[in-house]
């Protein structure tokens, strides 16, 4: 009866490593299965970091064409200005040799 004792005890300790075996194998999956969860929340959040950043892009683009043209009006603008400063200028000094 001894020996049969003994086969109880190695059976029960067996079956406490299967389920104990179980028990990780079922938590390294649950595990994987969350960092996968993980890893999939990861890819959508840096795609949409990617859209917005594509769309940053456009509007940045179009800040510097725009900047572009004010610059170019600002220096037509400024150059127009010159013209008719030298126009009144000599004009002036034509008054001003007459009045001589």
């Known amino acids: 009866m001894a020996h049969n004792g003994e086969k109880n005890v190695k059976v029960a300790e067996t079956q406490r490593e299967t389920r104990t075996?179980?028990?990780k194998r079922a938590s390294s999956r649950d595990r994987m299965s969350m960092l996968?969860?993980?890893?999939e929340r990861l890819e959508d959040g840096t795609g949409?970091?990617?859209e917005k950043l594509n769309v940053v892009d456009g509007r940045l683009d179009?800040?510097?064409t725009k900047g572009d043209k004010l610059?170019?009006?600002i220096?037509?603008?400024?150059?127009k200005e010159i013209e008719?400063?030298?126009k009144k200028r000599v004009a002036f000094q034509v008054?001003?040799?007459?009045?001589?």
Do not use: C, P
């Open 84 to 86: 008719d400063m030298d």
């Open 62 to 64: 179009e800040l510097e």
């Open 48 to 50: 949409d970091a990617v």
């Open 95 to 100: 008054a001003l040799a007459a009045l001589q």
């Open 71 to 73: 610059k170019d009006n």
């Open 75 to 79: 220096n037509l603008a400024i150059n």
């Open 36 to 39: 996968e969860d993980k890893f």
């Open 21 to 23: 075996t179980k028990a």
